[in-house]
């Protein structure tokens, strides 16, 4: 595993699409350095392995938010964007928290 992606234990934040100007914590619980070719999505269409070179710099993890969600009541498979934090680029990460949080502002209007 890179650890430029993160590690299990990785600091991470989660803007749902549905949740517009909330922004939530989680840490990394498990790094998928591959993807078996009859995996399920949520939407029931085949994960193709080959299709994961076309989506550069993104990485299969498994993200376990910190923050209480149940008054939220997402559906499963709700959309969100994920930023997972690691020791590297440091001043970089203070970037993306403010895009990140600059998008959840966004689906008030999108």
């Known amino acids: 595993m890179n650890s430029y992606l993160g590690a299990p234990g990785s600091e991470t ?3 749902f699409d549905a949740i517009p100007g909330r922004v939530f914590t989680g840490k990394v619980s498990a790094f998928a350095d591959a993807v078996a070719p009859g995996q399920l999505q949520v939407t029931g269409a085949l994960l193709n392995p080959e299709d994961r ?3 550069a710099g993104r990485a299969m993890v498994r993200v376990d938010l910190t923050n209480d969600m149940t008054s939220f009541r997402l559906p499963p498979g709700a959309v969100a964007q994920v930023a997972v934090y690691s020791e590297h680029w440091q001043p970089i990460a ?3 928290r403010i895009l990140l949080r600059m998008k959840s502002w966004m689906n008030y209007v999108i």
Do not use: D, N
């Open 94 to 96: 203070v970037v993306r």
């Open 13 to 15: 934040e989660a803007a």
């Open 53 to 55: 070179s076309k989506s």
